[in-house]
Nanobody, 126 residues
Framework: QEQLVESGGGLVQAGDSIRLSCEYS????????MAWFRQPPGKEREFVAG????????HYLDAVTGRFFISKDDVKKILYLQMNSLQPEDTAVYSC???????????????????WGQGTQVTVSS
């Protein structure tokens, strides 16, 4: 059974760093486009970062470019999101997601993803 399981969320202060992990299993997720999305309280879910298979090319939401970094270890089967210089507006439930294929087309569209984790809460206090 395909599974994506996030961990690493918590309560931090503005300016702190935190790393989220998403362990994947049950299919060849190493061949999929993988991404992180977030849903701030009372708002719609939004794309944060994505990574393509094989090339490891990355894509980011403008608001996190230069602060957040997505990576993955296909041997350990873990997707990461390193988040630096966190701000209160980064408070959200963060979820990892995956979809078959290698294309970056519509990488920011949540409707194109087939597999989702349960999410992990990140709260940034000012």
């Amino acid at each position: 059974q395909e599974q994506l399981v996030e961990s690493g969320g918590g309560l931090v202060q503005a300016g702190d760093s935190i790393r989220l992990s998403c362990e994947y299993s049950g299919r060849r997720f190493d061949r999929d486009v993988m991404a992180w999305f977030r849903q701030p309280p009372g708002k719609e879910r939004e794309f944060v970062a994505g990574i393509l298979p094989f090339t490891f090319r990355t894509h980011y939401l403008d608001a996190v470019t230069g602060r957040f970094f997505i990576s993955k270890d296909d041997v350990k089967k873990i997707l990461y999101l390193q988040m630096n210089s966190l701000q209160p507006e980064d408070t959200a439930v963060y979820s990892c997601a995956a979809r078959p294929g290698q294309s970056s087309i519509e990488i920011a569209s949540s409707r194109t993803y087939n597999y989702w984790g349960q999410g992990t809460q990140v709260t940034v206090s000012s």
